[in-house]
């Protein structure tokens, strides 16, 4: 880890952000570790991580928080943001190494449940967070895809959305299964089960036992409906 904070703040990050979730996600979901080592950039404000990644990877960053450089082998952050986009970006090159195959729409439904997280009894654990208003919003209008469409789009199809529909349904769908003690089992059994089904929609509704998705989705989006930040609601 390389940052432009003070040492003990940079070392704060990497004990109580990096280390804790490195911990939990190798013990619920990933068993290889990055083939390479990785180097996380942690810059304290906006225009130190826009200056740092122009002069250090020639890059103009596409999100304000942060981002995965495959090429670079490097997370690169405005830690001024918080930690939980480098929790999200963390996800990325485990399942890289672990899941190469894995479509869009599960890497980053999974990345970004976890960029709102917390332990529970020893296992991280998302919340909600800034990116349900706008899928609730999305419910309302009758503007969220399928689950069948979701889970098919390419990496073109998914990041090509700006309202940020893509990435609020997947989150929720992965803070479902979650919330019904299924989403390790669901990774498990769609990396076992990845040639036969790439984009993870059949193991999907086997993990769920709905023979219906569009009945499926509709109980999904009364559910979303009912979440609020910061309050935790089970699924029966």
């Known amino acids: 880890m390389i940052g432009d904070e003070p040492k003990a703040a940079v ?6 952000t990096v280390k804790w979730a490195v911990d939990r996600l190798r013990q619920d979901f990933f068993s290889k570790d990055p083939n390479e080592i990785l180097d996380i950039w942690l810059f304290k404000d906006a225009a130190s991580y826009e200056q740092h990644s122009q002069l250090l990877f020639g890059e103009t960053p596409t999100t304000p928080y942060g981002y995965y450089s495959s090429t670079h082998k490097a997370l690169i952050m405005n830690i001024e943001t918080g930690g939980g986009t480098l929790v999200h970006e963390i996800v990325h090159p485990f399942m890289e190494a672990n899941f190469p195959a894995c479509p869009p729409w599960f890497n980053e439904g999974l990345g970004s449940l976890f960029e709102q997280c917390g332990d529970s009894d020893g ?26 469409e979701l889970t098919g789009l390419d990496a073109h199809g998914f990041y090509n959305d700006e309202r940020g529909v893509n990435y609020a349904q997947a989150r929720y769908l992965c803070y479902y299964l979650q919330q019904k003690g299924l989403l390790v089992r669901f990774y498990q059994e769609f990396l076992s089960r990845q040639k036969q089904d790439p984009s993870g929609y059949l193991t ?3 993990i769920l036992a709905e023979t219906d998705m569009d009945l499926f989705k509709a109980k999904w989006e009364k559910y979303v409906l009912t979440l609020r930040q910061g309050y935790e609601v089970t699924v029966e």
Not at 11 to 16: C, N, V
């Open 123 to 148: 296992h991280i654990h998302g919340f909600t967070n800034w990116r349900l208003p706008g899928l609730q919003q999305a419910i309302r209008s009758k503007a969220v895809p399928s689950f069948k």
């Open 11 to 16: 070392q704060q990050h990497a004990e109580g």
């Open 204 to 206: 999907l509704q086997r």
